[in-house]
Protein backbone atom coordinates (compact mmCIF):
# COMPACT_ATOMS: atom_id res chain seq x y z
CA UNK A 1 0.00 0.00 0.00
CA UNK A 2 0.97 3.46 -0.70
CA UNK A 3 0.15 6.28 1.64
CA UNK A 4 0.51 9.73 0.70
CA UNK A 5 -0.15 12.84 3.10
CA UNK A 6 -0.67 16.21 0.85
CA UNK A 7 -1.19 19.48 1.76
CA UNK A 8 -3.17 22.43 0.44
CA UNK A 9 -4.63 19.92 -1.72
CA UNK A 10 -7.91 21.74 -2.25
CA UNK A 11 -6.55 23.76 -4.79
CA UNK A 12 -3.58 24.50 -7.34
CA UNK A 13 -0.71 22.18 -7.27
CA UNK A 14 -2.26 20.08 -4.17
CA UNK A 15 -5.67 19.48 -5.75
CA UNK A 16 -3.91 18.22 -9.28
CA UNK A 17 -1.81 16.09 -7.06
CA UNK A 18 -4.38 14.66 -5.22
CA UNK A 19 -5.87 13.25 -8.66
CA UNK A 20 -2.51 12.77 -10.15
CA UNK A 21 -1.72 10.01 -7.22
CA UNK A 22 -5.03 8.80 -7.04
CA UNK A 23 -4.80 4.78 -7.88
CA UNK A 24 -6.09 1.50 -6.58
CA UNK A 25 -3.64 0.68 -3.71
CA UNK A 26 -2.71 4.13 -2.60
CA UNK A 27 -4.46 5.78 0.41
CA UNK A 28 -4.83 9.65 0.13
CA UNK A 29 -4.29 11.71 2.79
CA UNK A 30 -5.46 15.51 2.48
CA UNK A 31 -5.32 18.52 4.26
CA UNK A 32 -6.56 22.39 3.34
CA UNK A 33 -8.08 25.39 4.88
CA UNK A 34 -11.27 24.56 3.06
CA UNK A 35 -13.65 22.18 2.28
CA UNK A 36 -12.37 19.10 0.42
CA UNK A 37 -15.15 17.00 0.58
CA UNK A 38 -15.88 17.88 -3.23
CA UNK A 39 -12.37 15.93 -4.26
CA UNK A 40 -13.08 12.72 -2.12
CA UNK A 41 -15.59 11.05 -4.96
CA UNK A 42 -13.38 11.83 -7.85
CA UNK A 43 -10.26 10.02 -5.89
CA UNK A 44 -12.64 7.18 -4.86
CA UNK A 45 -13.62 7.09 -8.63
CA UNK A 46 -9.75 6.43 -9.55
CA UNK A 47 -9.62 3.58 -7.11
CA UNK A 48 -8.39 5.21 -3.97
CA UNK A 49 -9.09 5.73 -0.22
CA UNK A 50 -8.83 8.99 1.06
CA UNK A 51 -8.95 10.83 4.58
CA UNK A 52 -9.85 14.47 4.60
CA UNK A 53 -8.54 16.87 7.79
CA UNK A 54 -9.36 20.51 7.52
CA UNK A 55 -6.81 22.97 9.20
CA UNK A 56 -5.17 26.16 8.87
CA UNK A 57 -1.24 25.50 9.38
CA UNK A 58 -0.65 28.92 9.05
CA UNK A 59 -1.91 28.92 12.91
CA UNK A 60 0.80 27.25 15.22
CA UNK A 61 0.11 24.05 16.31
CA UNK A 62 -2.68 23.25 13.51
CA UNK A 63 0.11 21.18 12.25
CA UNK A 64 0.37 18.95 14.70
CA UNK A 65 -2.90 17.94 15.29
CA UNK A 66 -2.76 17.07 11.53
CA UNK A 67 0.17 14.58 11.40
CA UNK A 68 -0.85 13.21 14.85
CA UNK A 69 -3.97 11.72 13.01
CA UNK A 70 -1.66 11.01 9.81
CA UNK A 71 0.34 9.22 11.78
CA UNK A 72 -2.24 7.31 13.48
CA UNK A 73 -2.92 5.63 9.90
CA UNK A 74 0.76 5.27 9.33
CA UNK A 75 1.18 3.08 11.91
CA UNK A 76 -2.01 1.12 11.72
CA UNK A 77 -0.93 1.02 7.76
CA UNK A 78 2.38 0.35 7.66
CA UNK A 79 2.45 1.24 4.41
CA UNK A 80 5.12 -0.02 2.10
CA UNK A 81 6.01 3.38 0.29
CA UNK A 82 4.80 6.89 2.36
CA UNK A 83 5.13 9.75 0.71
CA UNK A 84 4.80 13.64 2.08
CA UNK A 85 4.21 16.68 -0.47
CA UNK A 86 4.33 19.96 1.84
CA UNK A 87 2.57 21.95 -0.88
CA UNK A 88 0.81 24.33 1.67
CA UNK A 89 1.86 27.81 0.86
CA UNK A 90 1.52 31.66 0.77
CA UNK A 91 3.10 34.37 -1.20
CA UNK A 92 1.90 37.62 1.34
CA UNK A 93 2.74 40.03 2.40
CA UNK A 94 3.94 41.63 -1.05
CA UNK A 95 5.74 44.82 -0.59
CA UNK A 96 8.73 46.52 0.29
CA UNK A 97 10.27 44.85 3.94
CA UNK A 98 9.83 48.41 5.46
CA UNK A 99 6.08 47.79 5.58
CA UNK A 100 5.85 44.82 6.65
CA UNK A 101 3.84 43.41 10.03
CA UNK A 102 4.64 41.03 12.91
CA UNK A 103 1.12 39.19 12.51
CA UNK A 104 1.97 39.30 8.52
CA UNK A 105 5.16 37.87 9.21
CA UNK A 106 4.46 35.28 11.75
CA UNK A 107 1.55 33.96 10.11
CA UNK A 108 3.72 33.59 6.68
CA UNK A 109 6.58 31.74 8.04
CA UNK A 110 4.03 29.81 10.24
CA UNK A 111 2.70 28.51 6.79
CA UNK A 112 6.08 28.68 4.71
CA UNK A 113 8.25 27.49 6.51
CA UNK A 114 7.24 25.88 10.38
CA UNK A 115 4.09 23.73 9.30
CA UNK A 116 6.63 21.73 6.40
CA UNK A 117 9.47 21.33 9.03
CA UNK A 118 6.81 20.52 11.79
CA UNK A 119 4.89 17.77 9.11
CA UNK A 120 8.17 16.47 8.39
CA UNK A 121 9.45 15.77 11.78
CA UNK A 122 5.97 14.02 12.66
CA UNK A 123 6.06 11.78 9.40
CA UNK A 124 9.77 10.92 10.24
CA UNK A 125 8.77 10.06 13.47
CA UNK A 126 5.82 7.59 12.74
CA UNK A 127 7.98 5.85 9.86
CA UNK A 128 11.24 5.40 11.88
CA UNK A 129 10.70 2.06 12.25
CA UNK A 130 9.23 0.97 8.84
CA UNK A 131 11.41 -0.25 6.29
CA UNK A 132 9.45 0.76 3.00
CA UNK A 133 10.29 3.50 0.42
CA UNK A 134 9.75 7.13 2.87
CA UNK A 135 9.63 9.99 1.03
CA UNK A 136 9.63 14.03 1.78
CA UNK A 137 8.65 17.25 -0.82
CA UNK A 138 9.37 20.23 0.11
CA UNK A 139 7.66 22.26 -2.51
CA UNK A 140 9.81 25.72 -3.14
CA UNK A 141 10.37 28.37 -5.34
CA UNK A 142 12.79 29.63 -7.81
CA UNK A 143 12.02 32.75 -5.31
CA UNK A 144 14.52 30.95 -2.77
CA UNK A 145 17.28 31.86 -5.33
CA UNK A 146 16.55 35.24 -6.53
CA UNK A 147 15.70 38.82 -5.29
CA UNK A 148 12.82 40.45 -6.04
CA UNK A 149 11.41 43.41 -5.01
CA UNK A 150 8.23 42.46 -2.47
CA UNK A 151 9.29 39.28 -1.71
CA UNK A 152 12.18 38.78 0.81
CA UNK A 153 9.41 36.80 2.71
CA UNK A 154 8.62 34.24 0.03
CA UNK A 155 12.01 34.32 -0.56
CA UNK A 156 13.21 33.99 2.27
CA UNK A 157 10.62 31.39 4.10
CA UNK A 158 11.57 29.34 0.42
CA UNK A 159 15.07 29.47 1.05
CA UNK A 160 14.94 28.40 4.65
CA UNK A 161 12.74 25.19 3.56
CA UNK A 162 15.37 24.45 1.08
CA UNK A 163 18.20 24.35 3.71
CA UNK A 164 16.14 22.41 5.85
CA UNK A 165 15.64 19.90 3.19
CA UNK A 166 19.12 19.49 2.87
CA UNK A 167 20.20 19.37 6.33
CA UNK A 168 17.31 16.57 7.68
CA UNK A 169 18.45 14.29 4.02
CA UNK A 170 21.43 14.51 5.99
CA UNK A 171 20.53 13.75 9.01
CA UNK A 172 18.54 10.91 7.89
CA UNK A 173 21.68 9.47 6.24
CA UNK A 174 22.48 8.25 10.18
CA UNK A 175 19.35 6.06 10.50
CA UNK A 176 18.86 2.64 10.34
CA UNK A 177 16.08 3.20 7.38
CA UNK A 178 16.43 6.80 5.97
CA UNK A 179 13.58 9.40 4.84
CA UNK A 180 14.66 11.09 1.46
CA UNK A 181 13.86 14.77 1.41
CA UNK A 182 13.86 16.79 -1.82
CA UNK A 183 12.70 20.78 -2.60
CA UNK A 184 10.99 20.84 -6.11
CA UNK A 185 10.19 24.05 -7.89
CA UNK A 186 7.21 23.75 -10.00
CA UNK A 187 7.81 26.78 -11.88
CA UNK A 188 5.32 29.51 -12.75
CA UNK A 189 2.03 27.61 -12.58
CA UNK A 190 -1.62 28.77 -13.30
CA UNK A 191 -3.10 28.67 -9.44
CA UNK A 192 -4.83 31.12 -7.37
CA UNK A 193 -1.26 32.31 -5.77
CA UNK A 194 -0.59 33.36 -9.62
CA UNK A 195 -4.01 35.08 -9.56
CA UNK A 196 -2.97 36.94 -6.01
CA UNK A 197 0.58 37.94 -7.52
CA UNK A 198 -0.93 39.43 -10.35
CA UNK A 199 -4.02 41.84 -7.97
CA UNK A 200 -1.11 43.51 -6.00
CA UNK A 201 -0.42 47.32 -7.25
CA UNK A 202 3.01 47.86 -8.78
CA UNK A 203 4.53 49.95 -5.97
CA UNK A 204 4.73 46.96 -4.02
CA UNK A 205 5.67 44.56 -6.12
CA UNK A 206 7.75 45.91 -9.65
CA UNK A 207 7.47 42.66 -11.49
CA UNK A 208 3.75 43.16 -11.84
CA UNK A 209 3.80 43.60 -16.24
CA UNK A 210 5.77 40.18 -16.53
CA UNK A 211 3.55 38.58 -14.33
CA UNK A 212 0.78 39.32 -15.80
CA UNK A 213 2.26 38.78 -19.49
CA UNK A 214 2.86 35.40 -18.13
CA UNK A 215 -0.88 34.92 -17.95
CA UNK A 216 -1.93 36.79 -21.27
CA UNK A 217 0.66 34.89 -23.34
CA UNK A 218 0.16 31.85 -21.98
CA UNK A 219 3.23 30.92 -20.20
CA UNK A 220 1.82 29.35 -16.97
CA UNK A 221 2.28 25.67 -16.54
CA UNK A 222 -1.16 23.96 -15.79
CA UNK A 223 -0.90 22.37 -12.31
CA UNK A 224 -1.77 18.88 -13.87
CA UNK A 225 1.63 19.11 -15.45
CA UNK A 226 3.38 19.92 -12.52
CA UNK A 227 1.32 16.74 -10.83
CA UNK A 228 2.91 14.72 -13.50
CA UNK A 229 6.34 15.90 -13.32
CA UNK A 230 6.02 15.32 -9.03
CA UNK A 231 4.94 11.44 -10.07
CA UNK A 232 8.12 11.31 -11.99
CA UNK A 233 10.31 12.49 -9.35
CA UNK A 234 8.94 9.75 -7.15
CA UNK A 235 9.68 7.14 -9.81
CA UNK A 236 13.34 8.47 -10.63
CA UNK A 237 14.65 10.51 -7.26
CA UNK A 238 17.66 12.30 -7.28
CA UNK A 239 20.36 12.27 -4.84
CA UNK A 240 19.14 12.37 -1.15
CA UNK A 241 18.93 16.39 -0.30
CA UNK A 242 18.47 17.45 -3.92
CA UNK A 243 16.88 20.20 -4.60
CA UNK A 244 15.44 20.08 -8.19
CA UNK A 245 13.36 21.96 -10.86
CA UNK A 246 10.01 21.19 -12.67
CA UNK A 247 12.21 21.43 -15.80
CA UNK A 248 13.74 18.09 -15.13
CA UNK A 249 10.95 15.78 -14.81
CA UNK A 250 8.87 17.48 -17.82
Given amino acids: MKYI ?6 KGIGRAAALQFAKKGTHLFLSARSNLEDLVPLIEEKGASVSVFRADLSISGEADKM ?3 AGQEIRRDNPEEAVLINNAGMVEPVGPSI ?4 EDVSRHMELNLSAPIVCAAHFMRSLEDNKGLKTIINISSGAAH ?31 YPVS ?4 SPGIVDTPMQESIRSVSKDNFRDLEQFKSYKKEGMLLPPEKVAEALERLLESPPSNGSSVSVNSYM
Avoid: P
Avoid at 99 to 102: F, G, H, P, V
Avoid at 149 to 175: I, N, V
Avoid at 181 to 184: K, L, S
Fill in 67 to 69: MEA
Fill in 181 to 184: VYAF
Fill in 5 to 10: IITGAS
Fill in 146 to 176: STIFGWSAYSSSKAGLEQFTKTAAMEQQDTS
Fill in 99 to 102: SYRS
